[in-house]
């Protein structure tokens, strides 16, 4: 009688706790993954997906914010807009003129950065990418006012400090000619996240392929150049990647600086600006639409590019670099 007990109490310890019925353990594994992506999901549909799809049929209507009941389908009548704007020039020239000074810099500076504290002499690591990623969470209306204070011609600091070595400050905000190299050092701040990840790469690259190179006379220029650049290239093109699409959807700093209408003369009037001027000051929803889309198609199209290029120059462990 105890042992019959005892075999009842064994049978009831080893039943398995929260089984469903009828699904094996594989399938509740992906029910629980299922449930935890769940919030992401449902986000995604919700605040994505459905508003990405509500603006591509927008996009073919004439809808105005100001006469939401008014709305007419008019085909591809916004996009053959798009060759009739001038504006839009005005807006892609101003894009691409910050992009070939912005992406060098975007790229090339972490890389040299974490390389510096990546150096074996340097002490204070932790402190000075501690101090490099602090401004990236600083709100950027907060940096443009610090920044716009700092660059300012005639009691800004970084004037004050080009007069102690006897160069004349220019008029680094509303100067055509210096507009973009000022928006380039207000970008500086947001540099910390690139760097961190750039830093970890290098941290992550083998020793022994430095042993090896140190025994057949490589000099630190060449183990750098030859080995840590290489070794790192996944994560420079996916910072390169991140960089791309900013510079597409870059809105905050110019519009703060040009006060929202391009100053001075229309440098800053970039291609988002030119997107929510048209989809919120003038209320034509259907033409900002089609506006998204065009940048979303022209991303696109870019990254595209840029990963069909990757496996040319990206190290894969794998040696696979097809796509």
Known sequence: MISQDVSQVEYVEKKPIGRIKGYSLEQRLQLWGWAFIS???????LFILFPM????????????????DDVKFVGLKNYIALGSDPMLITATIATLKFALLAL???????????????????KGKRLFLTL????????VVSVVFIWQAYLNQEAGWFNRLLGLIGIQGPNW????????PAMVMIGLWGLGNALLITFAAMR???????????VDGASALTIFFKIIIPMISPVIFYNLILSVIGVFRYFEIPYILGRGQGQPGNATYFYSIHLYKNAFTYQEMGYGSTLAWVL?????LVTVALFLTSRYWVYNSTGDNQI
């Open 39 to 45: 919030p992401w999901i449902i986000g995604f549909l």
């Open 53 to 68: 799809l509500a603006s591509f049929v927008i996009s073919f209507t004439d809808f105005n914010l100001m006469h939401p």
């Open 104 to 122: 060098p810099v975007a790229i090339m500076l972490p890389i040299f950065l974490a390389g510096l504290l990546n150096a074996s002499l340097l």
């Open 132 to 139: 490099f990623y602090m401004p990236y969470i600083v709100p």
């Open 173 to 180: 905000i509303n100067s055509v000619d210096f507009i973009y």
């Open 204 to 214: 992550g690259v083998p020793t022994e392929l430095f042993e090896a190179a140190r």
């Open 296 to 300: 979303f198609v022209i991303s696109l």
